[in-house]
């Protein structure tokens, strides 16, 4: 939902009036996007901090002039039979590794002190994580909205929300070697007034 700006502006032309060649592409897991801004398919990503510093870590610098409101809700599986983060004990918790997700998952993870492990598994379509739930396939995930909203919906449990715990993660990052070209400068700095 942290895009769903960039596409209302995109679908009422108000990327057109500012004068913004805007040219969206849709990816459901988190690494199809980083994979296209580090290749340089894509000159900006919707994304989130941890994320972003990773993909700088692995050699392409990013600027961040947007921060979005996307959040996250660590949701059980209702057949799983968790009502509080102590019972992850010997469960799955699906997210994405060097994410929010990841991070989120562990800080879960810590502060209910299971008794035993609890093991995060590497899920990155949101998609198919939402599935995996819904097909009890999973004992837990982290899930941004729309994907939260479904899962509520069909009964599954939210034990956790990243609102709560006043974390801002969900930002727009450009590479920063775009904005050496004047063109491409002045259209990110368009595409922010947008």
Known sequence: MDCLPIFLACDDSIFQQQGVDVHLRRYTAQMDCDTAIERKRVEGAVTDL????????RGTALTYP?????YWQFITNKRSRISELKQLSDKMVAMTRYSATD???TLA???GKPKYDAYKVQINDL??????LLNNEMDAMLL?????????LEQ???????RD?????GVVAFRKKILSEPRRKDQVAKFIKA
Not at 127 to 132: A, G, K, T, W, Y
Not at 156 to 162: A, E, I, Q, R
Request: glycine share 0%.
């Open 144 to 152: 941004p909205e729309p994907q939260a909203t479904k899962a509520r």
């Open 103 to 105: 991070y989120l998952a």
């Open 109 to 111: 993870i810590d502060s």
């Open 165 to 169: 715990k006043n974390l801002q993660l």
């Open 127 to 132: 998609n198919i994580r939402l599935r995996m």
């Open 50 to 57: 941890i994320r972003a510093h990773h993909i700088e870590k």
């Open 66 to 70: 947007i921060s979005t409101n996307l």
């Open 156 to 162: 599954h449990v939210k034990l956790f929300d990243s």
